[in-house]
């Protein structure tokens, strides 16, 4: 792949979804998108390019090759000292927020294939003094083959490693070969839709959120793409609800109308509010 094909595609995945296709990834995409090209009968990437911009069928090969590019890594119970901070701080002042309302509306914006909105419903479930609230939890993706997987929710050994024996009794029911399936209590509360976050009509009919969740996503993103994306989600956040990052990211390079707000353990964002 030559420097000109790398900015061809560069430009295509970051018009497409955010996907900064950075100079250092150039020869993973190119071990990776290889076989598409033998497969289309293409000559080189910039044929490629030609034919994600041009082809009738340029739309569907630019979806297979962002699921082939953009990284779905996740894993239950990621983070633990973020999910810690969310339990103990956050959730206290929630519940005293909403305890009229008695529902708390949740979004994991770039869930993958499920494993954090299934955590978090997880986590809920098990505080007492949210025993009859309307949890609603909802997990996007731009992928819908994570999105398949996620509906499933059958998992294997690496969705698992940081899940400690007594959770996995507790939260799964065993299957063949070392998989597991969630115990559908637990996904009763969480459901998932298709998304780009870059599409803004889609992002603006999404109801308010009292908490999103956005790890490991904006780090793909150049930082206009970041700013855009993040103040989408001041809009959909209701007046005091938070926004957590994963613990690479933050808001730091820019001003945003977010709080920033220090618990013990982590910095999270909040819209201003009571
Ligand atoms: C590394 S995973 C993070 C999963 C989970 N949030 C976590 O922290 O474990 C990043 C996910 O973001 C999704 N993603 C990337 N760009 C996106 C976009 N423009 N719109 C929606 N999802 C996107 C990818 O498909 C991928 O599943």
Redo the contacts with the bound molecule.
């Keep these: 792949m030559s420097a000109e094909e790398l900015h061809l595609l560069r430009d295509i995945f970051s018009r497409a ?3 900064m296709l950075r100079e250092d990834l150039k020869f993973i995409a190119e071990r990776r998108l290889a076989p598409r090209l033998e497969l289309l009968s293409l000559r080189d990437f910039t044929a490629y390019a030609r034919y994600l911009r041009f082809d009738a069928r340029g739309a569907d090969e630019l979806e297979t090759a962002i699921d082939l590019l ?5 894993y239950f119970f ?1 983070e633990p000292v973020q999910l810690r901070c969310f339990e103990n701080e956050l959730m206290p002042k929630i519940l005293e927020r909403k305890e009229r309302i008695r529902s708390l509306h949740v979004w ?1 914006a ?3 294939t499920g ?2 909105p299934y955590t978090l419903s997880m986590l809920l479930s098990a505080m007492p003094s949210f025993d009859g609230w309307d949890l609603d939890i909802l997990g ?4 819908r083959k ?1 999105l398949g997987t996620a509906r499933k929710a059958e998992y294997g050994p690496m969705a698992l490693r940081a899940t400690t024996p007594e959770q996995q009794a507790k939260y799964f029911e065993k299957l063949e070969g070392g998989r597991v399936r969630l115990l559908q209590k637990y996904r009763e509360s969480v459901r998932f839709g298709q ?4 599409d803004l009509a889609a992002v603006s009919v999404l109801p308010r959120f009292d908490v999103i969740f956005c ?3 904006l780090i ?1 993103f150049d930082q206009a793409t970041r700013r855009r994306v993040v103040e989408q989600f001041f809009d959909r956040l209701t007046d005091g609800g938070h926004l957590l990052l ?1 613990h690479s990211e933050n808001l730091l390079q820019f001003s945003t109308r977010f709080e920033l707000v220090q618990l013990e353990g982590d910095l999270v964002y909040r819209r201003p509010g009571p």
Excluded: Q
Excluded at 140 to 143: A, G
Excluded at 195 to 198: A, S
């Design positions: 979804c955010g996907f953009v990284p779905h890594e996740t990621r994991s770039g869930c993958s494993e954090e996007t993706d731009l992928s994570a998304l780009n976050l870059l790890r490991n996503v793909y994963g």
